[in-house]
Nanobody, 124 residues
Framework: HVQLVESGGGSVAAGESLTLSCAAYTSSSARHHMAWFRQAPGEEREGIAAIDSTGYTQYVDSVKDRFTISRDNAKKTLYLKMTSLKPEDTAMYYC???????????????????WGQGTQVTVS
């Protein structure tokens, strides 16, 4: 079992930066494929950044070159560094962990088994 707890959200002005953290509480040392998703009101949950067990990263075009996903396996923590934030980045941000170290569809919410409760990011 894996419990995920996000933190670091907040309200910022356009152009500013935020770094989200996701702490994974688990007794397992297994490395899961992990990702960050976001969901704006009235919209579907969107996968924006993913990282596999080797550290290989993938991004959707809308955040590429602005957001950076990383993981600290020793601390069992996932990060999302967000720069040059835009109003359209406003959403609830969720971290997710799959049951496997590598998955074929890293931006598909159905590929992930464990979810955090979310942290709100508002850009004005």
């Amino acid at each position: 079992h894996v419990q995920l707890v996000e933190s670091g959200g907040g309200s910022v002005a356009a152009g500013e930066s935020l770094t989200l953290s996701c702490a994974a509480y688990t007794s397992s040392s297994a490395r899961h494929h992990m990702a960050w998703f976001r969901q704006a009101p009235g919209e579907e949950r969107e996968g924006i950044a993913a990282i596999d067990s080797t550290g290989y990263t993938q991004y959707v075009d809308s955040v590429k070159d602005r957001f950076t996903i990383s993981r600290d396996n020793a601390k069992k923590t996932l990060y999302l560094k967000m720069t040059s934030l835009k109003p359209e980045d406003t959403a609830m941000y969720y971290c997710a962990a799959a049951n496997h170290p590598y998955i074929l569809t890293p931006m598909d919410p159905s590929a992930y088994y464990y979810w955090g409760q979310g942290t709100q990011v508002t850009v004005s």
